[in-house]
């Protein structure tokens, strides 16, 4: 860090400037906005370089042991800004482009974000990525580079459009390309008995190839490396069929292979979907084991070692492969005795379980399985059947049963520790979707709450308040959280006035992007109410929809009843599969054309939903939002880290004891949380109540209202049948209790509006939020991982 701190502007310009002259092949006067900032993140490549260098020979000269963590999604975000503020470099940077009459802000926002992720899932692991440097603990990060990612998203008459993300269009000038580390990755074929040894023959092969991107932490002081597989033909180009006249069939292979790395989370309702998900999966997972395999063996001889030298976290199930693919490779590549390779595997290995809905925990037909992965599926059989046997269960707890292979229970028989991501969250693990196992595998279960990184969700995101904080706690509190919890002895009315005014211009600079971008005008003395998120049931955002309808019936009755302003903001994708989520989108927007056009109550409420909500969407609202909608139904929600986001920047939250939600609101106190509906508990003894969907609706007139709008077709008027479907679920069946929890949540949304009306003490509650958002940084988690779960140490 030494090196960057004497680095002056003149020598920055000078760099900068090297780069635009010889790695983009212009001069200043004709460089485009594109050609500055690869010049730029060329030149903050350059330095990121020396510090990753060092750290990959410091760990080898040190021996650290390294973790390795496998995820399909890592959903990164811009990479120029990141780096920049963990180096220090802003304010240089930004003197330097100025002088050539050039914003820094526009260089950054030409930078596409990188398509790695969906959701939660992806954004914790690149926060987790940068808490690994900043702590100095060597890592990789494993994923797969996909050129299309999930999918770009827009609205045509409020329906969802999926579209193809074109991030890798033009070229990436922070990764590396590794054509020296590839891999063949082997699919289908048959097994066949060789002198007592099973010997797989594929029938097909692709090549997987690493392109690695350094991960720089704070301060620039450490440097680990996401290495992304990118899918290539082991045969290039058949030139036979191509003369023949077959020019189609010439190209296939590599049409064939390049399909494994296109799409992130393809659609897989048809078979041949499904077989592309288990081969990205394996793909993955096989390509980061031979790597890791051939690190370990570059550096030692001995595998009895490799626990002591190697920790694997598996993010989910998607690379629970990981347990009978290092069997695999010990047993049929490198000679090693099962029971010693089984022991080796499991001493590696760990498990993150996401969820507690039973029906997200991945499960292979046995059919599927056993052809793309012949010899996967008699390893399965075979670890399944020590399982049985060691644990006497019976056959719902088995790896494999009803021709199925269940993922997240492989993912647990081969871990060596299983954690879950908020307390609530673990301690129903125990209890519900893995309670047998726990009973069999005693111990084996543990907590590491979710974090964030602070320094692009707090420093990069939220300038004006970032300073805020360092004028009232001092420097330092970026890789030192904790020390937030000094707002609370600095408070007085200067400093909430401050944090007021940084919240104020955050949300003036949101207004004038939703004004730019989609033409409607915002007040930013209005309450900002956001839900951002996947889109999905149990999160809830019908019942968002359900109460803004309501308010805004309420409003048009009587809109002289001294309304608090409200702007309902949502954002998130749906699954292109998932027909509810995507009825509930264009809910959403058909609501808001009828709402925002209304002239009784447009002053009083407005509905915005941004197309396409990802990092960098994110790290505009995050800041603006002055309420935070955490409303999933109790005991649905792992943990979520948006909710931690939200809280670090000054956000209250409205939301059910859920996820993290029961930690923020410990952290925060209770009375500076607006807590509402029922306990996991409660919930299940909802669920347990004859016909309890219609119940509910018959206590509220509020909401049966809302439901009779929608029944005439109030918000469609040119499709009155649209949301049938909707409502008969809604009356009938009621999965995650948005009727049941209906009132309370209306409740809770009146008794919001009360205290934002009390400037004072919505202020007070927003600094007590900032100061208890300390222990959701995600240092904090990642030395939870490394000394609970990895065995791993800090070699700054």
């Known amino acids: 860090m030494n090196a960057l701190n004497d680095m002056s502007a003149e020598m920055l310009r000078a ?108 954004r914790l692991a690149a926060c987790f990525l940068e808490s690994l440097s900043t702590l100095g603990c060597p890592a990789f ?291 519900t979707v893995f309670a047998d196992l726990n009973k069999a595998y005693p111990g084996r279960i543990l907590n590491q709450t979710n974090g964030v990184t602070p320094r692009r969700w707090l420093k990069l995101s939220n300038p004006g308040l970032s300073a805020v904080i360092t004028e009232a706690v001092g420097s330092g509190w970026e890789n030192d959280l904790d020390r937030l919890a000094g707002l609370r002895e600095a408070d007085s009315p200067e400093l909430r006035a401050k944090i007021r005014a940084a919240k104020r211009a955050n949300k003036v600079a949101f207004s004038n992007w939703v004004q730019q971008s989609m033409g409607l005008r915002l007040d930013p003395d209005a309450m900002f109410d956001v839900q951002v998120k996947r889109v999905h049931e149990y999160k809830r955002q019908l019942l968002n929809v359900f109460e803004t309808i309501a308010r805004w019936n309420a409003i048009r009755k009587n809109p002289g009843a001294g309304w608090v302003p409200r702007v309902k903001i949502f954002g998130g994708k749906a699954a292109p599969g998932y027909f509810t989520a995507k009825i509930i989108i264009r809910l959403i927007n058909d609501v808001a054309k009828v709402v925002n056009n209304d002239p009784v109550t447009r002053d009083y409420l407005k509905v915005v939903y941004p197309a396409n909500y990802n990092v960098s969407m994110a790290q505009r609202l995050m800041p603006a939002a002055d309420l935070s909608e955490q409303i999933s139904t109790a005991g649905k929600e792992a943990s979520g880290t948006g909710n931690m986001k939200f809280t670090m920047n000054g956000a209250l939250t409205i939301g059910t004891l859920d996820g993290a939600n029961v930690e923020i609101r410990d952290h925060v106190g209770a009375e500076n949380f607006f807590l509402f509906g029922m306990t996991a508990e409660e919930v299940l003894a909802r669920y347990r109540v004859a016909d309890h969907a219609r119940k509910a609706i018959l206590q509220s007139q509020d909401l049966q209202d809302v439901l009779q709008m929608l029944a005439e077709g109030r918000f469609s008027p040119e499709e009155v049948s649209r949301y049938h479907g909707l409502l008969d679920q809604t009356w009938n069946h009621d999965p995650f209790l948005v009727a049941s929890d209906f009132v309370a949540y209306g409740e809770c949304q009146t008794y919001v509006d009360r205290v934002y009306a009390d400037q004072d003490r919505w202020d007070g509650m927003v600094l007590q939020n900032i100061a208890g958002s300390g222990f959701f940084s995600s240092d904090r988690t990642i030395r939870g991982y490394m000394d609970q779960v990895w065995g791993a140490k800090s070699l700054l």
């Open 15 to 122: 760099r900068i400037t090297q780069h635009l002259t010889y790695t983009m092949g212009k001069d200043k006067a004709h460089a485009s906005t594109y050609d500055w900032r690869m010049a730029v993140s060329h030149t903050v490549r350059d330095m990121i370089v020396d510090g990753w260098f060092e750290a990959t020979r410091r760990t080898y000269e040190q021996q650290g042991k390294r973790v390795y963590y496998l995820s399909m999604e890592f959903l990164i975000g811009r990479i120029l800004e990141d780096a920049v503020i963990n180096l220090g470099l802003h304010e240089r940077i930004e003197e330097v482009l100025r002088a050539e009459g050039v914003s820094l802000m526009d260089v950054v926002e030409d930078e596409p974000d990188a398509a790695l992720g969906n959701g939660g899932l992806g």
């Open 141 to 431: 990060g494993y994923g797969i580079r996909y050129e299309h990612g999930l999918f770009r998203q827009r609205f045509e008459g409020g329906r969802q459009v999926e579209t193809p993300e074109d991030w890798l269009n033009q070229p990436h000038p922070w990764e590396f390309d590794r054509p020296e580390a590839s891999y063949t990755i082997p699919f289908k074929g048959h097994v066949e008995t060789r002198d007592g040894r099973a010997v797989w023959h594929p029938g097909e092969t692709v090549l997987a190839r690493a392109y690695d991107t350094p991960q720089v932490g704070w301060e620039g002081a450490w440097a680990n490396t996401l290495r992304l597989w990118g899918a290539h033909p082991t045969e290039l180009f058949d030139l036979e069929r191509f003369n023949s006249g077959d020019h189609t069939a010439a190209a296939a292979p590599e049409a064939l292979a390049r399909t494994l790395s296109r799409v992130l989370y393809p659609e897989d309702t048809t078979e041949s979907g499904k077989e592309l998900r288990l081969k990205q999966e394996y793909f993955l997972t096989a390509a980061a084991l031979q790597d890791i395999l051939r690190r370990f063996l570059s550096e030692y001889d001995d595998l009895d070692l490799l626990p002591q030298k190697v920790a694997i976290q598996m993010n989910d199930t998607h690379p629970a492969l990981a347990g009978p693919e290092l069997i695999r490779l010990l047993v049929d590549e490198h000679d090693v005795a099962w029971a010693r390779a089984k022991r080796l595997a499991q001493g590696c290995l760990n498990y993150t379980n996401h969820t507690l809905l039973p029906e997200a925990l991945e499960t292979w037909s046995t059919w599927l399985m056993g052809r793309v992965l012949p010899r996967h599926m008699q390893i399965i059989e075979r670890i399944d059947a020590e399982h049985q046997a060691a644990t006497q269960c019976g056959p719902d707890l088995r790896i494999v049963h009803h021709d199925q292979v269940h993922m997240g229970t492989l993912a647990f028989v081969m871990a060596s520790h299983v954690n879950g991501v908020s307390a609530l969250h673990s301690d129903l693990m125990k209890t």
